[in-house]
């Protein structure tokens, strides 16, 4: 089972979508307040039902929010961020070498985030 790993920053707070393995699939902005961070994470769970718009296509087939976007970094690199219905941005993906596992990321995500256990 997935958790949501809480953790003081330098500059706030901010957490951390862990699979059951312990990998990290999705991190958050860093917020002011654990108040804040606790709404993050709950968006992330009503959001994660989006659709996957995939951004690395020609004619790319807009879908609206909530919705995973899928892009490619300057170093290549393929990452996925969620969106939430008013369109901000509430986690974001590591770095994926195919977009194969850049996919497999964002069914983790949709997976592990409605019943993830809070972990501070």
């Given at each position: 089972?997935?958790?949501?790993v809480?953790?003081?920053?330098?500059?706030?707070?901010k957490?951390?979508?862990?699979?059951?393995?312990?990998?990290?699939?999705?991190t958050?902005?860093?917020?002011?307040?654990e108040?804040?961070?606790?709404?993050?994470?709950?968006?992330?769970?009503t959001?994660?039902?989006?659709?996957?718009?995939?951004?690395?296509?020609?004619n790319?087939a807009?879908v609206?929010?909530?919705?995973?976007?899928?892009?490619?970094?300057k170093?290549?690199?393929y990452?996925?961020?969620?969106?939430?219905k008013?369109?901000?941005?509430i986690?974001?993906?590591?770095?994926?070498?195919?977009?194969?596992?850049?996919?497999?990321?964002?069914?983790?995500?949709?997976?592990?985030?409605?019943?993830?256990?809070?972990?501070?």
């Amino acid at each position: 089972m997935g958790q949501f790993v809480v953790k003081e920053t330098s500059t706030g707070i901010k957490f951390d979508l862990k699979a059951g393995n312990g990998q990290v699939i999705a991190t958050s902005e860093v917020y002011s307040s654990e108040s804040a961070c606790l709404n993050g994470i709950e968006s992330v769970r009503t959001n994660c039902v989006g659709e996957i718009e995939d951004q690395t296509v020609e004619n790319i087939a807009t879908v609206k929010h909530p919705k995973f976007e899928v892009y490619k970094d300057k170093a290549g690199e393929y990452r996925f961020r969620l969106k939430a219905k008013n369109g901000e941005v509430i986690a974001t993906s590591e770095g994926y070498t195919s977009k194969d596992s850049c996919l497999n990321g964002i069914e983790s995500v949709k997976k592990n985030a409605p019943d993830a256990e809070i972990k501070k």
